[in-house]
């Protein structure tokens, strides 16, 4: 199963509230965002450019947002949406108690990854949010409502503890400000020879349907991902003048 607009629509918040996470349906033709912060962006266009695909699961990994400030900033950051319901999610919702599948990393990230680490806050959390659109907003803004799970954690081991355990693949994976050119980043997720990518591509479910790759430092046109190509380009992907994205679809019969 998935959860589909329909399914997040017959939700009720006492179903958010009470019900065990229904973790698979949500990672399930999901858009899976590392680095995320609060971007609203792939949403945003996620609605414009990907419609027929009708994506209303997202999970976002970062530790640029303490608990108590996500209900907040998600009412301030993801224009024309308020908080439907929310609630935290335990470890062993999520799997994180179990042990997942280790990616293979480079010496250099190794190296790397050992500082980053080592400088992590030790208060992991995930946090599970349904955001329903302002009635003054229409359907070209985007889906009436969407489900946001927040885990403030590393984007690789996120995602092999969440679609690695499970063998799910997500629909779009977002590689926004991949992480080459920011201090105390340890891989850079956009790399075909870095531990992220590699990973993926030891998956018996295969790899992304699409793929999003931008942020503020470059074109974002030079995705070398082996059976991917451009689609679709956006321009002022933050504000006008600021950021782009690249769409990438995957082609490749080999990878499908």
């Known amino acids: 199963t998935t959860m589909d607009k329909n399914t997040l629509m017959q939700l009720s918040k006492e179903d958010v509230l009470s019900q065990r996470l229904p973790l698979v349906d949500l990672l399930v033709d999901s858009l899976y965002y590392p680095n995320s912060r609060l971007d609203g962006g792939v949403i945003k266009y996620s609605n414009m450019h990907l419609a027929n695909e009708e994506l209303v699961s997202f999970v976002y990994s970062d530790y640029s947002c303490c608990e108590k400030d996500l209900i907040s900033r998600a009412e301030s950051d993801f224009i024309g949406y308020h908080v439907y319901a929310h609630r935290p999610v335990s470890k062993e919702e999520i799997g994180a108690d179990k042990p997942y599948p280790k990616p293979k990393m480079s010496d250099r990230e190794i190296r790397c990854g050992m500082n980053f680490f080592n400088g992590r806050p030790q208060n992991p959390f995930c946090h599970w949010v349904v955001m329903e659109r ?16 927040f885990i403030n954690g590393d984007g690789v081991a996120v ?98």
Not at 172 to 183: D, F, K, L, R, S
Not at 214 to 232: C, F, K, M, P, R
Not at 240 to 251: A, E, F, N
């Open 134 to 149: 302002d009635e003054d907003f229409g359907e070209e803004h985007g889906p009436k409502r969407f489900s946001l799970l």
């Open 159 to 256: 995602f092999a503890g969440l679609y690695g355990v499970n063998n799910i693949t997500p629909k779009v994976i977002a590689v926004i400000e991949p992480g080459y050119n920011y201090p105390g980043f340890w891989t850079d997720f956009a790399d075909p020879q870095a531990c992220l990518y590699q990973y993926m591509k030891s998956f018996p479910s295969g790899m992304p349907k699409y793929v999003f790759y931008g942020g503020t430092e470059d074109n974002y046109d030079n995705l070398n991902w082996e059976g991917y190509a451009a689609i679709g380009k956006v321009q002022d992907y933050y504000r006008p003048g600021l950021g782009s994205m690249t769409i990438y679809r995957l082609v490749s019969e080999a990878e499908n």
